[in-house]
């Protein structure tokens, strides 16, 4: 998966209103991203991602990015695309607070708008490593809710 940066937003950016949460797992840390839809719970939980470096209300979106993936399944698509954003932060320096996902017959295709790391700003609290398999999993509940979970290597 690779990122297409856009210096200018075709599209308006998503306020960030979602639900997702961090579980302890050894060393390392989960996130679980819940949602409407499939893509709702992706977005949620690549916040989760964000919230474990930085608080995302504290990035700005003034660069945009376009991720678009094929995959087998939800899971390995969940995983996926949240190495393509750990590959942004660590080798791009970018930070990312705001995301719209869809979904759709196998295929994922991703927007996300962020800002270069500030250090001094974004004080950064760790370095994710990368998503595992460890844990990923990627289900809708009796009530029609979607979850995305993985664990985190950091």
Known sequence: MQAHPRESPETSIPTPIQRWEHYPHEADMGVRGYGATLGEAFAAAATAMTAIVTDPAEIEPVQHFTFDCPGPDPELLLYDFLNALVYEMAVEGRLFGRFRVGVDDG????????????????????????????????????EGQWVAQCVLDI
């Open 107 to 142: 295929n994922l295709s991703a927007e996300a708008w962020g800002e270069p790391v500030d250090r001094l700003r974004h004080q950064p609290a760790v370095e994710i490593k990368g998503a595992t398999f460890t844990q990923l999993a990627v289900w809708q509940t009796e």
